[in-house]
């Protein structure tokens, strides 16, 4: 079994940067996606970022686009996801999670974190 835990949240000043990291354990296998959703107060889950298993081909929302980079190491079942300028309505609980392809993780990833929570402050 496949878990996936989330790290690096917390509160942050309008302007500022933090990084996210998720690592995966248990029974990791090679060649899923990877991605990060996010969850606002009173708003439903949405789709933040993903990248391939080869790091050659990400996705972004249109909201974090030029702000938020995503990466992985796959020698550390590790995803990454460096937010910048960040901005009051970034603030959410982020969701790691992980599905078999770049493709269907936009819509329909089939393994998911429990969720860390960025807070940021104007």
């Known amino acids: 079994q496949v878990q996936l835990v989330e790290s690096g949240g917390g509160l942050v000043q309008g302007g500022g940067s933090l990084r996210l990291s998720c690592a995966a354990s248990?029974?990791?296998?090679?060649?899923?996606?990877m991605g990060w959703f996010r969850q606002a107060p009173g708003k439903e889950r949405e789709f933040v970022a993903a990248i391939s298993w080869s790091s050659g081909s990400t996705d972004y929302a249109d909201s974090v686009k030029g702000r938020f980079a995503i990466s992985r190491d796959n020698a550390k079942n590790t995803v990454y996801l460096q937010m910048n300028r960040l901005k009051p309505e970034d603030t959410a609980v982020y969701y790691c999670a992980a599905g078999p392809n770049l493709a269907t993780m936009k819509f329909a990833p089939n393994l998911w974190g429990q969720g860390t929570r960025v807070t940021v402050s104007s």
């Open positions: 248990g029974r990791t296998s090679s060649g899923y996606a």
